[in-house]
């Protein structure tokens, strides 16, 4: 077999054994490894990424940050270059919340092309979760600040021309207008004429 597809697939058993007993933060509480997933599927498939290391470093790319696995173990598993890609992507958790997401904005236009296609591709996917199935208790105000602050990060990666940024800009649309102080309004008028058996036309 190609030894590009056992890598990606080595990926994929890695990944999904480290997430093992975690969940996304939605009502179903779906696997996490869906996510890690979704981002790669995302890259190779919306944004014509072909680069096996980095559909597997977007596989891996929440190993570092959400698990107990070390940028050694990486290293050795994958090599260099896709533990170089899975780091630039990790958030410090010993910061505060806000301040590692300001760091997200800050650090934006030095990442590699790589990790910056995953980083948009990470945040294309939590757009479309947040759309359709999102944290119980999220506020149409949280998830808004969510749609632009994603933006900002995404704006300050240095790859304004690729098609992952395009893709990023239909679901910031679609994401945003949902999610807006209008939209929830209309969503409310729609649920108690629901209620009261009264057509919206």
Known sequence: MNKQILMILKACEFAAEKHRNQRRKDPARTPYINHPL???RALAEEGGVKDPEILAAAILHDTLEDTQTTLKEL?????RRIASMVAEVTDDKTLPKQVRKQRQIDHGPKKSKGAA???VADKICNLRDLRQSPPKHWTVERKGQYVEWAREVVNALP???HRIRRVFEREYASTGALNSPAASSANLKRRTSSRRGISNG
């Open 117 to 119: 296609v995953i980083k």
């Open 159 to 161: 790859i304004p021309g």
């Open 75 to 79: 290293q050795k598993a994958f090599g």
């Open 38 to 40: 979704a981002v790669a």
